[in-house]
């Protein structure tokens, strides 16, 4: 069965720094990725997803990712992040064919500081 | 409107209760997921369901009863509570093609006391 890893529990920035958030995953074969935000108090949203074709992808609000397939890893970055970007960072992941299960992460809280 | 709804978006109940809770989607998406979300365990798979009539066990199943006889319902049902089913409840839905997202509810907040 697949899993992905979430190394970083809690990330603390300050505003206008520049965030990467790891994601690995274990499957070999063809998947798709994403990557879902939960601001306080509310339901999850997509950030982006990657199915195939260009592996750095980029999503709303200044966020992307980069595919990294030997690596089995899909990295979540922004180069300013903002106040508003405080919230909890989940990386998903679903098998491309047979199994639709959509497996998540533990999670990253990430807290911005003014 | 069109979405996906959750209904309580809170309740709380005593051990041993059954409590279901609904979910509703208006897409027609095949696909429709039972998430619980915990500190520490992110989200978790409870059960979900290809298409109506057809339901299989997520990650953590035991407790947990669902059905799905239309295929914009699937309601979870504790069949009789306990306080390790205290969390946060998530439902999601997606087509049933390939290369497509989940789409997620507002979330039950269940206490079990």
């Known amino acids: 069965a697949q899993s992905v890893s979430q190394h970083n529990h809690h990330v603390i920035l300050s505003e206008a720094a520049s965030l990467e958030l790891g994601c690995n995953y274990s499957?070999?074969?063809?998947?798709?990725l994403f990557w879902y935000v939960q601001y306080p108090g509310q339901h999850l949203q997509l950030l982006l997803k990657?199915?195939?074709?260009?592996?750095l992808v980029k999503g709303i609000k200044g966020f992307e990712a980069e595919f990294i397939k030997s690596k089995f890893s899909f990295n979540l970055r922004k180069p300013s992040v903002q106040w508003s970007d405080t919230a909890e960072y989940f990386c998903?992941?679903?098998?491309?064919?047979?199994?639709?299960?959509?497996?998540f992460g533990t999670g990253t809280r990430l807290t911005i500081i003014p | 409107d069109a979405g996906i709804t959750q209904s309580p978006r809170y309740k709380i109940t005593e051990t041993g209760r059954q409590v279901t809770l609904m979910c509703h989607q208006t897409?027609?998406?095949?696909?429709m997921f039972w998430y619980r979300q915990d500190l520490g365990h992110g989200l978790r798979l409870i059960y979900y369901?290809?298409?109506?009539?057809?339901?299989d066990k997520g990650e953590v199943p035991d407790g947990y009863v669902v059905s799905r006889s239309k295929t914009e319902n699937f309601p979870l049902t504790l069949e009789s509570a306990t306080r390790s089913q205290t969390s946060v409840y998530f439902c999601?839905?997606?087509?049933?093609?390939?290369?497509?997202?989940?789409?997620f509810g507002q979330g039950t907040r269940l206490t079990v006391v």
């Open positions: 999601a839905s997606r087509p049933g093609t390939a290369n497509t997202e989940a789409f």
């Open positions: 499957y070999g074969g063809t998947v798709n």
């Open positions: 990657y199915f195939s074709g260009d592996p």
């Open positions: 998903a992941v679903t098998l491309n064919f047979g199994n639709e299960k959509l497996t």
């Open positions: 897409w027609s998406h095949s696909y």
């Open positions: 369901s290809a298409a109506a009539d057809i339901t």
